[in-house]
Nanobody, 119 residues
């Protein structure tokens, strides 16, 4: 069984920083893309950032220049460094991964970690 576990959320003032982590564990053959999504109260879940196995990254326009996604393939762990946080970044942040189990690839989601930015 594969699990994605996020950590690092919390309460921070506007302009502050947080670093989220997502650790994958279980019978993992390989991890392809890993992503961060977020969902604010009353809104749909939205894409934040993605990183491929090779390290290529892509970001939502709303976080470009402020957030940095990275991963440590040896540790099966992904990170999201969030700087210059704004109140509108307040949301539950979810880790998502395309993970290979033997010959097959499956989608997995973490349980989410709350990020609250006060003004």
């Amino acid at each position: 069984q594969v699990q994605l576990v996020e950590s690092g959320g919390g309460l921070v003032q506007a302009g502050g920083s947080l670093r989220l982590s997502c650790a994958a564990s279980g019978s993992i053959f390989g991890i392809n893309s890993m992503d961060w999504y977020r969902q604010a109260p009353g809104k749909q879940r939205e894409f934040v950032a993605t990183v491929t196995t090779g390290g290529s990254t892509n970001y939502a326009d709303s976080v470009k220049g402020r957030f940095t996604i990275s991963r440590d393939n040896a540790k099966n762990t992904m990170y999201l460094q969030m700087n210059s946080l704004k109140p509108e970044d307040t949301a539950v942040y979810y880790c998502h991964g395309l993970i290979a189990i033997s010959l097959y690839e499956y989608e997995y989601w973490g349980q989410g970690t709350q990020v609250t930015v006060s003004s």
